[in-house]
């Protein structure tokens, strides 16, 4: 079975975010645009996407060439093996739509509970920082 090399990010590792956490083109290839369904909220200065849904989460689709990007991912996200359970964060497989089509990527989905965090009505976090991000 191939190992999955895709990824789709929404939030601070989108290229068009102003202070972008890590530079990803060190360890993929930016492809393009996408959505994935499901709800994006604002964390605490960050954003946290819950999948699934009718709503659409817009994102960057990456190729990843260099599989130690994850590693570095799951550290940034405190979803690796040194972080104890409930992580913030899980590393999981969903659907984006790219390019009229179905792909499957790696998306870092938020996995705590959403009840105070406010749902961001666009999907599109760097829209909703209105470039302050």
Do not use: H
């Amino acid at each position: 079975m191939k190992r999955q090399n895709k990824l789709f990010v929404y939030g601070t590792l989108r290229r068009d975010c102003k202070f972008r956490a890590i530079n990803l083109e060190e360890y993929s290839l930016f492809l393009g645009y996408g959505k994935v369904k499901g709800r994006l909220y604002e964390v605490d200065n960050y954003p946290g996407v819950v999948l699934g849904g009718k709503k659409e989460v817009i994102g960057e689709l990456y190729e990843v060439f260099d599989f130690e990007l994850f590693d570095i991912l799951d550290r940034y996200e405190e979803c690796s093996r040194e972080y104890p359970p409930p992580t913030e964060y899980k590393r999981v497989v969903c659907k984006v739509k790219f390019n009229s089509k179905m792909v499957n990527a790696w998306v870092y989905e938020y996995n705590l509970d959403t009840s105070t965090l406010q749902l961001i009505e666009s999907g599109d976090y760097v829209e909703f920082k209105n470039g302050k991000v």
